[in-house]
């Protein structure tokens, strides 16, 4: 190994050479967020974050997450120097298909991202997530022995870069007004203050006192940092970590395209290649005379963190091994939360409550079926952690034994969001991402649209986040069509990889909820109505349920057509069935509350339930009518809307609609 040190400026500069060379090749990127903010960057990661490069998912690291992610080129270039599994070749195919490097951060994709960050101040809200995650693991599982002896087995710090629009888009206010409120001094944002975004000069749009902000949330703010001065950087970060009951931010004064003789500081070198012209200017300013993408031996010996990274885990495993031994309870617990397994017994469990729900054949509302699921969810997989955006009544998330998380103490179960249905959201991805919790939220489902993009990202990241939505129809009634979901279903069930149930009744709502807690390649949107609904008798077996659809009545003659339904519909179904029946129109009736789960079957299965045959087919759903054409055919007929609700009671309004069984017989014998 070479006694020779390169200067913290060349280990900076190396992620500026890297980060032109790979945003010239690709012909596309943002080279200027990380060239300014390549000092900060250095700090951070070579003396302060506790990672081992070895083994990315080590549960004690430090988070750390890019909320500006189109400077991806900054998190690519230091997780390349410092020793992860990412080769230059990949650098080298930055933002190419099939690469390990695309434009902005995708989670799972490449080793050490622990987020995706593509839409600003995502990030930020995940960070918040992950910081209450942390808080939360502590408080659960740091321990002291009888001779004194502490054991901080969850003792970790998440990092945030954030850059002026970050802070500009709303969720960052839901955010960190929220993260104040709870206290998470372990939680440190740094703030690229460098006054650029792509339309030129903030000061035209954005002058707000971010000091003064911050301060107002409770946090600790570091302000006026120059963010290339390597020895204030470490100051601050030191003074941050001491804050320990508030999060910090740490303004840093910047220059966007540090180094680059005529676009720096200019938007100019935000979102675009700097030119072959400037990348050469650029080099020769920083003195910097290597060829694009090569390193010396030199830099990386400055830069590899591996050797550093071990001997932390290492540290940290022995001090595990210590309390699995004074904890064993302790320590098994942890260790299955963090693989995000479930007890032993949950098939057992779960196979109980179903029966036992079945047996008392309950007609209530399935928001109150879910309250029953939850409270009893919640006595024996100790990793749920739930809230709501102010409707905790409403969604019934919250149950009887529920603990409020606060700020002075963090060991509950139950998190009050408050009115910030976006950020709460946001905020559960973080939980997700990183691990030993397993989160749900709750709103309406009309305010799914405040969400929807948390809720889009959850599905591309494949993360495991349960959206409890309530007040799912017209049939919630007096609030009006301000409140009652027409389009949401749609939106929902055709956002790839999200997963949704919709429930008939409490039996449903069972097999909902163990279907969403048992699927870790996604979120799932469970979905309840406010009214009460009908308990309905089975035709077949109760295991037929988590298949998605199912026959739910069939006739005793040869049947003539098909009625498809979901969540309370399904009972204006039954009666639809029951009356055709009795005029001579026998007809089978499928409850499909998962539409996505029942095309994942197999083909045989799908026969079975909605055989080719059988073509005069009606589905009836209180929401658009376009998403059951691919179910009913274009020969068939829907049971739906194709406008906006009104204010009125529930009934009178699903009358008001056609919502009824005299529509869906009606329906039927027309196609018939």
Not at 71 to 77: E, V
Not at 196 to 215: E, H, L, N, Q
Not at 248 to 254: D, Q
Not at 534 to 551: M, V
């Amino acid at each position: 190994m070479s006694s020779r040190q390169p200067s913290r400026q060349t280990r900076a500069n190396a992620i500026r050479a890297l980060t032109m060379d790979a945003v010239q090749k690709a012909k596309s990127g943002h080279p200027g967020a990380p060239m300014g903010m390549a000092d900060i960057a250095e700090v951070l990661w070579t003396d302060i974050l506790k990672h081992n490069p070895v083994n990315p998912n080590w549960s004690n690291r430090d988070r750390f997450v890019l909320s500006n992610g189109h400077g991806s080129m900054l998190l690519y270039s230091l997780l390349h120097l410092t020793g992860y599994d990412l080769s230059m070749q990949q650098l080298e195919n930055f933002r190419q298909l099939g690469s390990k490097t695309p434009g902005h951060p995708e989670y799972g994709d490449t080793p050490g991202v622990e987020a995706t960050t593509g839409p600003l101040g995502q990030g930020l809200a995940n960070a918040v997530g992950m910081a209450i995650a942390e808080k939360v693991l502590a408080a659960r599982f740091n321990q002291t022995d009888e001779s004194g002896n502490a054991y901080a087995i969850v003792d970790h710090h998440t990092y945030v870069f954030v850059g002026d629009g970050c802070l500009m888009e709303g969720i960052s206010h839901e955010v960190s007004s929220l993260a104040g409120t709870l206290q998470l001094g372990k939680l440190i944002c740094i703030y690229d203050d460098n006054g650029i975004s792509i339309d030129g000069k903030v000061d035209g749009w954005f002058t707000d006192d971010t000091a003064k902000r911050f301060d107002a949330y409770g946090w600790h703010v570091i302000d006026a940092v120059d963010g290339h001065d390597p020895k204030a950087i470490a100051s601050a970060i030191g003074a941050a970590k001491n804050a320990i009951d508030q999060p910090s931010i740490i303004c840093c004064k910047t220059q966007i395209g540090f180094g680059a003789p005529n676009k720096v500081g200019t938007a100019a070198s935000h979102g675009s290649p700097l030119g072959e012209e400037e990348v050469a200017g650029a080099r020769a300013a920083l003195g910097w005379e290597l060829e694009p993408f090569e390193i010396s031996d030199e830099i990386y010996e400055g830069w590899d963190c591996r050797g550093k990274g071990a001997e932390n885990e290492n540290v940290w495993q022995q001090q595990f091994t210590e309390y699995a031994q004074k904890f064993p309870q302790l320590a098994l617990e942890f260790e299955r939360r963090i693989k995000g397994d479930l007890p032993d017994d949950w098939q057992e469990r779960m196979q109980a409550l179903l029966l036992k729900t079945d047996e008392e054949g309950k007609s209530i509302a399935s928001r109150n079926a879910s309250a029953d699921v939850i409270r009893e969810l919640a006595s024996f997989l100790p990793e749920l952690i739930g809230g709501s955006a102010d409707l905790s009544g409403s969604n019934n998330t919250r149950w009887p034994a529920a603990q409020t998380i606060t700020g002075d103490d963090a060991a509950g179960n139950y998190i009050d969001f408050g009115v910030r249905e976006f950020g709460m959201t946001a905020i559960c991805n973080g939980i997700s991402l990183h691990g030993g919790l397993l989160p749900f939220c709750g709103t309406f489902l009309m305010f799914m649209e405040y969400a929807r993009n948390a809720t889009r990202m959850s599905a591309l990241m494949g993360i495991r986040n349960i959206l409890v939505y309530t007040h799912d129809s017209i049939g919630q009634g007096e609030d009006g069509p301000t409140h009652q979901p027409v389009e949401q279903l749609a939106n929902l069930r055709s956002t790839p990889n999200m997963s949704v149930w919709r429930p008939c009744d409490t039996v449903e709502t069972v097999v909902a909820w163990k279907a969403a807690i048992e699927r870790r390649s996604g979120p799932t949107a469970l979905v309840f109505t406010r009214q009460g609904i009908a308990h309905q008798d089975r035709h077949g077996s109760l295991d037929e349920i988590q298949r998605g659809a199912y026959i739910l009545f069939e006739p005793a003659e040869a049947l003539k057509a098909i009625i498809i339904a979901t969540g309370s519909e399904v009972d204006v179904a039954m009666q639809a069935a029951l009356a055709l029946s009795q005029s001579g129109t026998p007809v089978r009736v499928v409850s499909m509350p998962s539409a996505d789960v029942f095309e994942s079957q197999d083909e045989h299965y799908r026969q079975t339930v909605l055989p080719d045959a059988i073509r005069a087919r009606v589905a009836v759903e209180a929401s658009q009518v376009d998403y059951w054409r691919k179910w009913v055919g274009l020969d068939g007929d829907v049971v739906g809307l194709t406008s906006f609700g009104e204010s009125g009671p529930g009934a009178a309004v699903m009358q008001h609609f056609g919502i009824t069984p005299d529509a869906v017989v009606a329906a039927v014998n027309g196609i018939l």
